[in-house]
């Protein structure tokens, strides 16, 4: 069974903070990682993408990739209460069929 | 805006009945996905369609679904549900197999 692991949270950061998301995934085939913001009751917004090892920034957000570890994480720069969701951290692998394989996800609360 | 819409946005129905759920991907995308989202659960995969035949599949059982139609529309069928079944489905759209998928706003289905 391909997993990816994610921190339960919640994890709550005061405004203006570095908000530190990370995620561990078991299939070393997986080539495409993702990282999604979902509101409560609404549906999944990607974020970021990333596909190399290394970080790949984007405005506050910063996607980094391990490949050897198996790891990636999300930072948020300058935390605001706007972006207290849950993140949804997401892989892809050619040999599960291009099969997206979600985290449960980790709540992040970001305090004024 | 994703360019994605699903329809309906909610729907009651009854243990053992059936119900088909819609999807009208971007314009260009030739892959579909459709997910399961249990409260408080990352998002399930159900099926993937990649120019109209299934590319691969999760771990439902065969009552679950689906077709991709040429005008970039599809849709999700489940028969005889169950209570279990409850949750909201999710369509995501992408170019291709691998790439960057984006969700619609989703189906909140309740069994009741």
């Known amino acids: 069974q391909k997993e990816v692991e994610q921190n339960s949270g919640p994890l709550s950061v005061p405004e203006g903070a570095i908000a530190s998301l990370n995620c561990t995934y078991s299939d070393r085939g997986s080539q495409s990682f993702f990282w999604y913001r979902q509101y409560s009751g609404k549906s999944p917004e990607l974020i970021m993408s990333i596909y190399s090892n290394g970080d790949k920034e984007d405005g506050r957000f910063t996607a980094q990739l391990n490949k050897a570890s198996q790891y990636v994480s999300l930072l948020i720069r300058d935390s605001q209460p706007s972006d207290s969701a849950t993140y949804l951290c997401?892989?892809?692998?050619?040999?599960?069929?291009?099969?997206?394989?979600f985290g449960k996800g980790t709540l992040l609360t970001v305090n004024p | 805006e994703t360019g994605v819409t699903q329809s309906p946005t909610h729907l009651i129905k009854t243990r053992g009945q059936q119900v088909t759920l819609r999807c009208s991907s971007q314009?260009?995308?030739?892959?579909v996905s459709w997910y399961q989202q249990a409260l408080g659960q990352g998002p399930q995969f159900i099926f993937q369609?990649?120019?109209?035949?299934?590319?691969g599949r999760g771990n439902f059982p065969p009552r679950f679904s689906g077709l991709q139609f040429p005008n970039y529309s599809s849709e999700l069928n489940v028969n005889a549900l169950e209570l279990d079944d409850s949750a909201l489905y999710l369509c995501?759209?992408?170019?291709?197999?691998?790439?960057?998928?984006?969700f619609g706003p989703g189906t909140r289905l309740t069994v009741t």
């Open positions: 314009s260009g995308h030739n892959t």
């Open positions: 997401a892989a892809i692998s050619e040999g599960s069929n291009y099969k997206l394989t």
């Open positions: 369609y990649y120019r109209e035949e299934e590319n």
């Open positions: 995501a759209s992408s170019l291709d197999q691998w790439d960057e998928q984006y």
